[in-house]
């Protein structure tokens, strides 16, 4: 069973485009959201993160935008450029639960194109 | 910078080879996790190791074992390699907050 439902599979996008990823859990007992980059070649890497508690978090160009009512989070990318093109894993887990293990998304492939 | 070593990044063994994943980090992480990632599946954990000599099965166990003998080195065992278990490979060690460091990963192709 996928406990974080993400969409959509692919996004290709123009430079300076807004890229917008979704993600949705079940578990309410969740409570730590992290977004993950991956480049090719590359094993994904932390890019930002929220909490439950605030509806949306922004780190330079990428912002997390969070609604708890209805279980859903999205990444957006403003102003994308070609360097953002990249794998992007949403994820999940919960305090006390199975010693930090993260649940991720099935991934979306980003093309920012020139 | 916390550095995750995968022992080799491409590997081609036969179906019914014994095949051996290494993975060592250098932060001294009490966690550590393999994961496969394939297209459309996105990353699945197999198992997950919270200590020395301790482990836990993730998502899809089957078919592969682990150890851990000292604390920085996380092996990842394919008993008997079928042609299902052709996939990348991806190691990674840290906490859910901090952040997991991921190492490049090892294509492993079962033919």
């Known amino acids: 069973q996928q406990q974080v439902k993400q969409s959509p599979q692919s996004l290709i996008v123009q430079k300076g485009g807004i890229p917008i990823i979704n993600c949705a859990y079940e578990?309410?007992?969740?409570?730590?959201f992290p977004w993950y980059q991956q480049f090719p070649g590359k094993g994904p890497a932390l890019l930002i993160a929220?909490?439950?508690?605030?509806s949306e978090k922004k780190e330079g160009r990428f912002t997390i935008s969070f609604n708890k009512s209805a279980k859903q989070f999205s990444l957006h990318i403003m102003d994308s450029q070609p360097g953002d093109s990249a794998t992007y894993f949403c994820?999940?887990?919960?305090?006390?639960?199975?010693?930090?293990?993260?649940?991720f998304g099935t991934g979306t492939l980003l093309a920012v194109q020139p | 910078d916390v550095k995750v070593t995968q022992s080799s990044r491409y590997l081609v063994k036969r179906t019914g080879e014994k095949v051996f994943l290494e993975c060592v980090q250098d932060?001294?992480?009490?966690?550590m996790f393999w994961y496969r990632q394939d297209p459309g599946l996105g990353l699945r954990l197999i198992y997950f190791?919270?200590?020395?000599?301790?482990?836990e099965k993730g998502d899809i166990p089957e078919g592969y074992s682990v150890s851990r003998e000292k604390k920085e080195r996380f092996s990842l065992i394919l008993e008997s390699a079928s042609t299902n278990q052709t996939s990348m490979y991806l190691c990674?060690?840290?906490?859910?907050?901090?952040?997991?460091?991921f190492g490049s990963g090892t294509r492993l192709t079962v033919v």
């Open positions: 994820a999940a887990s919960r305090y006390g639960g199975a010693t930090n293990k993260l649940i």
């Open positions: 932060m001294d992480h009490e966690n």
């Open positions: 929220i909490r439950p508690d605030v």
């Open positions: 190791s919270y200590d020395v000599k301790m482990k």
């Open positions: 990674a060690s840290g906490q859910r907050v901090r952040g997991y460091t």
């Open positions: 578990n309410t007992a969740f409570d730590y």
